[in-house]
């Protein structure tokens, strides 16, 4: 290389190296970070609770990415969660793919006290009634704000309602169950807290309904539609 590096080219009758020293300001300088595309698409975790939203459900990541911008891509049924750390691409989770309503919370990407075992404060009376009720109603609360829930002062002041009717432990594990499986639609509450009382608190396996269940009725009552009816019936 260097015999060739500096002996002259035949066309321009200059050295490789003395030509080297005008093109090095026309060559673009190599990108600081890794060409991310293969990554996937971007996301930013959220703040408060480190989780990112894909196809309208929520995952969690790691704590320590709070803020922080991540990418994002599907493997299969599998969620791929990267992000460059040092400069360098690390896999930093993964999720199976749930569907809307079923948040994919995993409690080791939290520290003790980050997740679980925080009680929301209340900042007015309202609020103050509500969480009173147990803890089932802060993890309620806990959920709803961070699905962005619309008018959650008129769901709690339904559910303090319901529980000086019906009895304040009834309502609690109610609300726990509504945020467990993301139920936060108008007469959610009461639903479950019929379906419990009609069990008489009998302990169930939680059911949420899938992308694939509908509540569309059959086609049977249409089978004999437009054939011909045979005379001898009349």
């Not at 303090?160 to 609300?175: E, M, N, S, Y």
């Amino acid at each position: 290389m260097a015999e060739v590096n500096a002996r002259p080219h035949r066309e321009t009758r200059r050295t490789p190296l003395e030509m080297l020293a005008e093109e090095r300001f026309r060559l673009h300088p190599i990108p600081a970070q890794p060409y991310t595309a293969a990554f996937g698409t971007t996301r930013r975790v959220h703040d408060k609770d480190a989780t990112i939203r894909v196809d309208q459900v929520r995952y969690s990541v790691p704590h320590r990415h709070a803020g922080q911008q991540v990418f994002v891509r599907w493997h299969g049924d599998d969620l791929i969660v990267t992000a460059l750390i040092d400069s360098a691409p690390v896999e930093i989770a993964r999720h199976h793919r749930s569907s809307p309503g079923s948040p994919v919370i995993l409690d080791e990407h939290y520290p003790p006290s980050a997740r679980g075992q925080r009680t929301p404060r209340p900042v007015n009376a309202a609020e103050e009634a509500f969480l009173a009720i147990g803890p089932g109603a802060a993890a309620w609360l806990e959920e709803a704000a961070a699905e962005g829930v619309r008018s959650i002062v008129s769901k709690m002041a339904e559910a303090v309602a319901l529980a000086k009717l019906r009895g304040a432990a009834a309502v609690d594990r109610a609300l726990s169950t509504a945020a467990t499986a993301g139920r936060f639609t108008e007469g959610d509450l009461r639903s479950i807290l019929d379906h419990q009382t009609v069990r008489d608190g009998a302990t169930t396996s939680l059911t949420c309904a899938g992308e694939k269940h509908s509540l569309q009725p059959g086609t049977g009552g249409w089978t004999g539609f437009g054939q011909q009816l045979d005379p001898r019936s009349h």
